[in-house]
Nanobody, 115 residues
Framework: QVQLAESGGGLVQPGGSLRLSCAAS????????MGWYRQAPGKLRELVAD???????NYADSVKGRFTISRDNAKNTVDLQMNSLNLEDTAVYYC?????????WGQGTQVTVSS
């Protein structure tokens, strides 16, 4: 089992920034991919960004140039720096861990962009 603990959500004005953090614990395989997904009301959960154990990154087109994902393999953490936030970024953000056929999710953290 892998447990994921998220932090950093909240309320921010359009154009503002937030940083999400996720710490993994438990039975962690070194070769894993960690990332962030989000789900807005009435919409499907979608990939925001992910990063492999070796540092390869993947971003949704809607966040490219605004969001940056990073990880610390020694600490088993993954962060998402979100800049230039807009109303469409409002969602519950979920941390994701996957390795081989194993997939785990965090409990989710709310990000609300509102003036």
């Amino acid at each position: 089992q892998v447990q994921l603990a998220e932090s950093g959500g909240g309320l921010v004005q359009p154009g503002g920034s937030l940083r999400l953090s996720c710490a993994a614990s438990g039975r962690i395989f070194s070769r894993n991919t960690m990332g962030w997904y989000r789900q807005a009301p009435g919409k499907l959960r979608e990939l925001v960004a992910d990063i492999t154990w070796s540092g390869n990154t993947n971003y949704a087109d809607s966040v490219k140039g605004r969001f940056t994902i990073s990880r610390d393999n020694a600490k088993n953490t993954v962060d998402l720096q979100m800049n230039s936030l807009n109303l469409e970024d409002t969602a519950v953000y979920y941390c994701n861990y996957r390795s081989f056929s194993l997939v785990y999710w965090g409990q989710g953290t709310q990000v609300t962009v509102s003036s």
